[in-house]
């Protein structure tokens, strides 16, 4: 039987649903992650990858609203600063440099021309053109930054518009004094004025977005935001010395995460590298889960829309097929007992696994995990606990402690393929119940898989995936703020920080 497309499942349910939509999160457990990371590196996102944004934003509210008190400015304040992040992409357009807003608009050539080598900014920046840098109505202010922005009490928004808070105006005055006045001026004439040329790019580059200049006020104040301690605790000023101290020492970037959970023990009186430690059992955990999931749904397809009971007696008899000794376990917690692997090793086999696509033995390595990860649990669980509980994480769909008991807690003094079959219902159960409850008052159905007389038929196939802790968004301030320099090597500034640490 063929397998249902996405783009073909319209109107043909009872409910004239207008079609399946695609879902990051399939079994709604990745939350609890976002929160743990979230607590752990506050102020910034995924999606805000240099810090100078902050200034450069701030600094045009208040030169907007200084405009519009004169009488001077006839742009609304959207298209205002719609205009300066193009005209800010345009300046960036030979840098080499990542993470800049409007960068694929000037890269692939769909801006306009006024006339040879002056650009309309207007038009490819203003919302009410046709073919513009970006769709949303405030511009990446407005969809990436203001929640930074806010959390630092930098920026508000009343009725539609934004208004700069204290501290805003504080740091729009620091860039006001560390940048000189005929370059802010020439900015602003290109934004009222709605095209920029080349000459003016190029005399514009000091106001480029990785350029703050070291030192400066405007450097100074947003030093502090960053490396401040938070109202409640020093997590990112803690998240910060980790990650400085892992480069420092030749330590890959991309495995901060996990070398917290390898040297949790050595770092134990800071309590950032236990939150870390903590949402690395968090990943391993969810995507475990998702690996399972990720069987059910190939198998669907490959079964050509079996019955449940086909579905997890094959699941079963594969599983248990592809282990050795592990099948002579009467129970569950007798095969948790004798798991010997590394929680860390068998993260990395199972991830290996799922690339090879073998779900099979990556939902072998997935059960060993959940199981070692409930002897990490029972070991430190007065920690885990703690730390749920001091960061309001108890609540959380798929925290460590709720979902543990969950898939793992509740099943040990079941036989092995008892324990597989009611964790395949499980999962495919909790996935409806997901996928519906998001739909909300929606008509796009977020279900992967539907049941049609008595069998089931395949919607999308999805694939684990984990989520991504802001780190790479760290670096990326710490290199715009000289902490780290151009070959990723620490600066005498983030040396001075790691000395500095904890003295103050």
């Not at 457990?29 to 996102?45: F, H, R, V």
């Not at 742009?75 to 993470?99: C, P, S, T, V, W």
């Not at 569950?332 to 690339?355: F, G, P």
Request: net charge negative.
């Amino acid at each position: 039987m063929s397998q249902y497309k996405q783009s073909e499942i319209t109107n043909i349910y009872w409910a004239s649903n207008e079609g399946f939509k695609g879902g990051r999160d399939p079994l709604g457990i990745q939350n609890s992650s976002i929160a743990t990371y979230s607590k752990l590196l506050p102020g910034l996102t995924n999606l805000t990858r240099h810090i100078r944004y902050y200034s450069i934003y701030c600094w045009l509210l208040s030169e907007y609203d200084e405009l519009e008190k004169k009488g001077q400015n006839f742009i609304h304040q959207y298209n205002f600063i719609r205009r300066a992040e193009l005209a800010i992409a345009l300046i960036m357009k030979d840098q080499g440099i990542g993470a800049i807003v409007g960068a694929l608009f000037v890269s692939q050539g769909r801006y306009k021309l006024v006339e040879e080598s002056v650009y309309n900014l207007a038009d490819g920046a203003d919302y009410e053109s046709k073919d513009k840098y970006w769709t949303f109505k405030t511009g990446a202010f407005g969809q990436y930054y203001l929640g930074s922005l806010i959390y630092y009490e930098l920026v508000k928004i009343e009725e539609g518009r934004f208004y700069l808070r204290n501290k805003g105006k504080e740091l729009a005055v620091a860039l006001q004094n560390s940048v000189d006045k005929d370059l802010r001026d020439l900015l602003l004439e290109c934004i009222q004025d709605g095209n920029i040329s080349e000459e003016e790019i190029n005399e514009l580059q000091p106001l480029a977005i990785h350029k703050t200049e070291r030192e400066s006020e405007e450097w100074k104040y947003l030093n502090h935001l960053l490396t401040k301690d938070d109202d409640n605790n020093s997590y990112r000023k803690d998240t910060i010395y980790l990650l400085l101290r892992d480069i420092e020492n030749g330590k890959d970037v991309d495995n901060f995460v996990k070398n917290r959970f390898l040297y949790v023990s050595e770092d134990k009186k800071i309590a950032t590298s236990f939150g870390w430690y903590f949402y690395y059992l968090c990943e391993c955990l969810h995507y475990s889960i998702d690996t399972i999931f990720c069987l059910i749904l190939s198998k669907v397809h490959e079964l050509h829309n079996p019955t449940m009971q086909v579905l997890s007696q094959n699941i079963v008899e594969l599983i248990t097929s592809n282990l050795g000794e592990e099948n002579e376990y009467k129970t569950i917690d007798e095969w948790r007992k004798k798991v010997i692997n590394n929680i860390d090793y068998l993260y990395d086999e199972l991830r290996n696994a799922v690339k090879r696509q073998d779900f099979i033995l990556a939902t072998t390595h997935a059960i060993s995990l959940l199981l070692k990860l409930y002897t990490e649990f029972e070991n430190c669980k007065k920690d885990i606990l703690e730390f749920e509980n001091n960061n309001d994480l108890k609540r959380q769909r798929g925290i460590f402690s709720e979902g543990l008991k969950s898939y793992v807690a509740r099943y040990l003094s079941f036989p092995i393929s008892f324990y597989l079959d009611s964790l395949i219902a499980q999962i495919m159960q909790e996935h409806t119940v997901v996928a519906i409850a998001k739909m909300g008052k929606n008509n796009s159905d977020l279900r992967k898989f539907i049941f049609e007389d008595g069998r089931i038929v395949l919607v999308e196939q999805r694939y684990p995936v984990e989520t991504s802790p802001r780190i790479n968004s760290l670096f990326n301030y710490l290199q715009d703020m000289s902490y780290i320099d151009s070959s990723n090597k620490l600066t005498d500034i983030a040396h001075e920080f790691i000395e500095n640490y904890g003295k103050e």
